[in-house]
């Protein structure tokens, strides 16, 4: 996943593309790079990635995902997502042509969604639901990372008949009424020379091209049984919030046996005495009374991972940012640490006692003669 390109770059085309500028570079690249036309041996792989690219983009739900979080959680996103290409294919030879690309690269059978919207539909093999884990993670944990093991309960593949759904030692046939397909092919034809072709489920098998006639007793024939999974998650350092990581195949499986992934959704609880910033670095606010502001001082403060001494010089106003370098957390994704900024805010005393006002007034005669405003 690591060293996929970029699937606006992939197309082409600005991340502000609308659906038809997504559709049309598409379309021209898929026919430059088709294998049946372009014998070159880098071909079908570019085909592949453009297919993968399109897939994704030309979804809405699929876009906002990718936009916000990059290629987590889009993994075999163009196996989960059928398409309509036979009308894009149309003028290289028929919709055959791309059948059996189709099939060669992806096992896929027809069938699925239709997102150009011509009644021509592909079916891939479908991936299965991906599952959501909320964790909630204390600076503590995201500067260290965590390592915790949870219980998940989920759909796992039948033991007994291996995920066929068929009672052991037997196995499903395939539907008589749509020829294993799963859909039932109509088509209609207008003055002689006009046809319309629609699509719809076969009504036999439910979709499945299949018809199991003695359903496995532990799985009542779904093919999955519902189990509570023990894994082992590790959170790496510098995660920040709301950031989803992935576990691939971890997910719940399809009709077809392919798993969905989990993803873990990252919280982080606010810290009593951090705040955290952008790139790592954290904000430490420190009240210093005003005669050490004045005077200068040396104190002790927390760090995330221990304490650090920073030297106050004398006359430092309220406000002033002092700087503890790699003082902050992991940086995500690259090397090194963020820093740790601590504000000094001036604090003022509230109650006083008769000789603290006395040498406060004095102070202020003084400050007066040699006209210096203290505060």
């Known amino acids: 996943m690591g060293n996929k390109r970029d699937y606006y770059e992939v197309l082409g085309i600005p991340r502000t593309a609308t659906k038809d500028e997504i559709k049309s570079a598409y379309r021209k690249l898929a026919l430059q790079y088709h294998p049946d036309r372009n014998k070159s041996p880098d071909a079908e792989e570019k085909f592949k990635e453009i297919s993968e690219s399109y897939a994704v983009l030309y979804d809405d739900e699929k876009r906002k995902k990718y936009d916000k979080y ?14 309509n290409f036979e009308e894009i294919f149309k ?71 291996s995920g066929t759904g068929a009672l052991h030692g037997t196995k499903p046939r395939p539907c008589k009424e749509c020829g294993g397909r799963g859909q039932r092919r109509h088509e209609y034809r207008q003055n002689g020379f006009m046809s319309f072709i629609s699509m719809e489920q076969c009504n036999l098998c439910n979709g499945k091209g299949e018809i199991i006639d003695n359903p496995c007793k532990d799985c009542k024939g779904t093919g999955n049984i519902r189990k509570t999974k023990k894994l082992s998650l590790t959170i790496p350092p510098g995660v920040e919030d709301g950031m989803t990581l992935q576990m691939s195949g971890e997910g719940e499986p399809s009709e077809d046996g392919i798993y969905g992934d989990l993803l873990i959704r990252i919280h982080i609880k606010p810290h009593k005495l951090f705040e955290r910033l952008e790139n790592g670095n954290l904000l430490y606010n420190l009240n210093v009374n005003f005669t050490s502001m004045v005077l200068g001082t040396e104190l002790k403060i927390p760090t995330i991972d221990g304490t650090e001494k920073i030297k106050i010089p004398s006359g ?31 604090s003022i005393p509230t109650k006083l006692n008769d000789k603290q006002k006395f040498l406060l007034k004095e102070l202020d005669k003084e400050t007066q003669k040699n006209n210096f405003n203290f505060f």
């Open 70 to 83: 990059g290629h987590i959680g889009t993994d075999e996103a163009f196996r989960g997502s059928a398409s």
């Open 316 to 346: 430092t106003q309220s406000n002033t940012i002092l700087t503890l370098r790699g003082k902050g957390l992991p940086r995500y994704g690259s090397a090194g640490k963020g820093d740790q900024y601590v504000r000094l805010n001036v």
């Open 91 to 161: 003028d290289m030879g028929g919709s055959s042509i791309f059948e059996n690309i189709f099939e060669r690269f992806f096992g896929g059978n027809r069938s699925g969604s239709d997102p150009f919207g011509f009644g021509f539909n592909f079916r891939g093999r479908q991936r299965g639901r991906d599952i959501i884990y909320d964790t909630e993670l204390s600076l503590e944990d995201v500067l260290k990372g965590k390592k915790e093991g949870i219980e998940l309960p989920k759909l796992e593949k039948c033991s007994q008949c």
